[in-house]
């Protein structure tokens, strides 16, 4: 099994280039069975977790074709079957937002639950309702399938979202933009990839409106084209790429950083006394950061927690946990939503983190202290505790070595490349079996 092999104390600098959003793309793979015309998306990342897509995609009729650095034609004019392969769609999370624009151009499909990341419960409770709402029925079947079906899908007029969840809310635009009448999703999600989503679809003929709010209107139409799209930069690469920075102490330009996507990023960064600056659509994370945790009003620990965008992102939370170790001073890190994301702390600890877990939620970090190398291996439980763990063992004294790095090959494109080339010693060994 591959693994990297990490020696830790080199400053990183130079310029990195980061990959188009995995969550974007992971969306836009599948929106495009909504036309049987041809769509050209441009910036898709090299990752594992768009390849099973790919799979998907490709197992339904779906032509693909690889037009070169970063860019996919896909042709879906004739999507043969409505099952989705179970053994591909249980490897991902973002499966079960086929069904959308399967019900939305099929009128049914049959999937099972999905895969992903083991951070904690994920219910799907909140699609269930959405479709239903379009006018689906929804059965569970034997093998833990679910089968829907809809003869003809139909705006749900008013629909309230009982969580701000991201893949619902993209999951419900994909199968509204076909149905018949309006839909209007109030406590609707709106990060970067799902204003994606809406952008790609209305520039195929959709008729959105309120992208980038928590409402959104969609009048349903009879047939999208096709079109062309690129997709925008993943904000949760740029975040790791400043934590790796700051650090290894070096100063790194970040291009394409879209600085307008890292508004709390960099309130809660600062917290832990990391800034940048930005350039344009770049940022330099200058060296030598202060790294000290700013006390909240009247000398208290401060408290770090994810919030719906345009709060904090929870897949920067295991970032945070290894900046806040690098940083003089105490902070918690609480984590509401995912009951299992801080579970990798034990690994810092043995490398010498001084790091309380109080609960599954919430870790107290007591940062400033060295960190040393874990050479007997660590494993690398999911994409963003793997990039945590080499993050840690980029700053740590001596030699690492983190295993289970397909892992981290799910969200990270090329990831030991991109540090190589500032500086990092990381190389990929073994053997992918």
Known sequence: MERFVIEGGHTLSGTVTVSGNKNAALKLLPACLLTDQPVVLHNIPHIQDVIFTFDLL???????TDLGEGSWRIHAA??????????LASKIRASFVFSG???????QVTLPLPGGDVIGGRPLDTHITALEALGTAVEMKERGLFHMNADGLHGAGYLL????SVTATENT??????AKGETVIDNAACEPHVRDLCNFLNSLGAQIEGIGSNRLTIQGVDRLDGGEFRIGSDFMEVGSFIGAAAVTGGEVRIRDAQPKNLGMIRIVYDKLGVHWIDDG???????????KIKPALGGRIPEIKPMPWPGFPPDL?????VIATQSEGSVLLHDWMYESRFFFVDNLTFMGARIVLCDPHRVMILGGNQLNASPHGVPSPDIRAGMAMILAALCAQGQSTINNIRQIDRGYEQIERKLQALGAHIQRVGTDV
Do not use: F
Request: proline share 6%; hydrophobic share 55%; charged share 20%.
């Open 58 to 64: 490709a197992d339904l009729g779906v032509e693909l």
């Open 78 to 87: 004739n999507v043969n079957k409505t099952e989705l392969d179970s053994k």
């Open 101 to 107: 624009p399967m019900l939305a151009r099929m009128g």
């Open 161 to 164: 979202l009982p969580e701000a």
């Open 173 to 178: 635009v994909m199968a509204a933009v076909l």
């Open 281 to 291: 659509d770049d940022i330099i994370v200058p060296a030598n950061q202060s790294m």
């Open 317 to 321: 939370m295991s970032i945070a946990v």
